[in-house]
């Protein structure tokens, strides 16, 4: 990619962390960071396997990408993974209806919140869902939803959504 201007020039001094790099979500984001000319640091817990490999492929990757091994629950690899990082997108998150893996979410995202802060991150992304605001049958369906609204727990108990 051509850096011509002189916000093309910043950014490509700027380390991005991006946890969970590998998955949908992260893939997208690791692309896109990489076409506006950013370095990228992407985390997995096992970097070298192959549900990993894509990455490798995008286009500025050879030159600004690279991976390292990071769980949410190890503090520690959070630390080092954000070392030197400018901006980090929270992106590692299990998608699912498992009450145990909800302690997961929940701790590793307060874990990523306080080891960006440790280690002088400016800007932190946190990638939330619809799900966390759409799902509460007491409210209009043409109410605007912002950062008020929230899903109604009972209800999503109830119906198992
Ligand atoms: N998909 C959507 O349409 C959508 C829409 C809105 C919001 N979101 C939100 O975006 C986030 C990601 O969704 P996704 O669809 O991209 O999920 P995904 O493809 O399943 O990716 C989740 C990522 O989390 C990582 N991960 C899981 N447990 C981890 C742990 N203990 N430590 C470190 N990494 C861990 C996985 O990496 P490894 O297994 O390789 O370590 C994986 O790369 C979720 O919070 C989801 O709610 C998704």
Redesign the pocket.
């Known amino acids: 990619m051509a850096n011509n201007s002189s916000a093309d020039k910043q950014r490509a001094q700027e380390l991005v962390c991006v946890?969970?790099?590998?998955?949908?979500?992260?893939?997208?984001v690791v692309k896109e960071l990489l076409h506006r000319g950013y370095r990228v640091r992407g985390?997995?817990?096992?970097?070298a396997?192959r549900?990993?490999v894509h990455l490798h492929t995008l286009e500025g990757a050879d030159e600004r990408l690279s991976l390292c091994r990071?769980?949410?629950?190890?503090y520690d690899s959070l630390r080092a993974a954000f070392d030197g990082c400018h901006g980090v997108f929270?992106?590692?998150?299990?998608?699912s209806n498992d009450v145990e893996?909800i302690p997961?979410?929940v701790e590793?995202t307060r874990n990523v919140v306080n080891a960006a802060a440790d280690m002088g991150v400016r800007r932190l992304v946190?990638?939330?869902?619809?799900?966390?605001v759409h799902m509460n049958p007491n409210r209009s369906p043409d109410t605007i939803l912002d950062e008020t609204c929230w899903s109604d727990y009972e209800f999503c108990k109830q119906t198992g959504v």
């Open positions: 946890t969970g790099a590998g998955g949908f979500i992260g893939s997208w985390t997995a817990r096992d970097p396997d549900k990993n990071a769980d949410v629950l190890d929270h992106v590692a998150s299990p998608v893996l997961v979410a590793g946190f990638t939330s869902s619809y799900g966390a």
